[in-house]
T-cell receptor
Framework: RKEVEQDPGPFNVPEGATVAFNCTYSNSASQSFFWYRQDCRKEPKLLMSVYSSGNEDGRFTAQLNRASQYISLLIRDSKLSDSATYLCVVNINNNDMRFGAGTRLTVKP | DADVTQTPRNRITKTGKRIMLECSQTKGHDRMYWYRQDPGLGLQLIYY???????NKGEISDGYSVSRQAQAKFSLSLESAIPNQTALYFC?????????????FGPGTRLTVL
C-alpha cells in the first residue's frame, strides 16, 4: 500500500464548478500536511498547508481528519488557470516528506 | 533569476555511463533534497542533506550518490546509469525552521538512459 494515496483523475470540470480532491495517508505519526500544485512539465509549488481545524485561502479550502487519516482540497468557482496536477504531501517527521502521485484537474471553458 | 537551478535540464545517456546532475540555490537554505518523479508514482526522495557535513539516504538511494560541496550546491551522481533510472529529477531546498516547512523546487532535469 502506498503511504500517500490519491485518486489520479483526471477530473474534467467546466469553469465555475466546485471540485474536491481526497487523499489518504497510512502513517498515523504524520505530523504536517500540504497541498502542492504542479503544472505540466514544471516543478511542484506549495499551494497551501493543511491545518487540523481546516483552512481556507480564497477559493481553496483544505481539511484534515486525523482519525480517518484523510485530507481534502476543495476548489470553488474553478478557473481555467486551476488546470494542473495537485499533489498531496505528508510530512512523516522533520526529515521526510512523502508525496502522493497527484490528481490531475482540467478546467474547460 | 531562479532561486533553485538545476543543470543540465535534459540529458540522454547510455547504460553504464556515469552521470552527474547539479543543483545550486541562492535562497540561503541549509537543507537540500534530491527527488525523482515517475509517472503514476509521485516524487520519491533519493537523498537529503541538512548541512554541508550531513548526508542522509532517502527512500530510494540505491544506485545513486550525492555530494554537498557547499551550502549552496548539492549534486547527484549515477555511477553506472541503467534504463530504469530514466525519470524527471528535482532538487529542492528548505530552511531549518523547526517542524516541516515549504520545500522550494528547481525546474527539474529530464534524464533518459538508453
Amino acid at each position: 500500500r502506498k503511504e500517500v494515496e490519491q485518486d489520479p483523475g483526471p477530473f474534467n470540470v467546466p469553469e465555475g464548478a466546485t471540485v474536491a480532491f481526497n487523499c489518504t495517508y497510512s502513517n498515523s505519526a504524520s505530523q504536517s500536511f500540504f497541498w502542492y500544485r504542479q503544472d505540466c512539465r514544471k516543478e511542484p509549488k506549495l499551494l497551501m498547508s493543511v491545518y487540523s481545524s481546516g483552512n481556507e485561502d480564497g477559493r481553496f479550502t483544505a481539511q484534515l481528519n486525523r482519525a480517518s487519516q484523510y485530507i481534502s482540497l476543495l476548489i470553488r468557482d474553478s478557473k481555467l488557470s486551476d488546470s494542473a496536477t495537485y499533489l498531496c504531501v505528508v510530512n512523516i517527521n522533520n526529515n521526510d516528506m512523502r508525496f502522493g502521485a497527484g490528481t490531475r484537474l482540467t478546467v474547460k471553458p | 533569476d531562479a532561486d533553485v537551478t538545476q543543470t543540465p535540464r535534459n540529458r540522454i545517456t547510455k547504460t553504464g555511463k556515469r552521470i552527474m546532475l547539479e543543483c545550486s540555490q541562492t535562497k540561503g537554505h541549509d537543507r537540500m533534497y534530491w527527488y525523482r518523479q515517475d509517472p503514476g508514482l509521485g516524487l520519491q526522495l533519493i537523498y537529503y542533506s541538512f548541512d554541508v557535513k550531513d548526508i542522509n539516504k532517502g527512500e530510494i538511494s540505491d544506485g545513486y550518490s550525492v555530494s554537498r560541496q557547499a551550502q549552496a550546491k548539492f549534486s547527484l551522481s549515477l555511477e553506472s546509469a541503467i534504463p530504469n533510472q530514466t525519470a524527471l529529477y528535482f532538487c529542492a531546498t528548505s530552511d531549518r525552521s523547526g517542524g516541516a516547512r515549504e520545500q522550494f523546487f528547481g525546474p527539474g532535469t529530464r534524464l533518459t538512459v538508453l
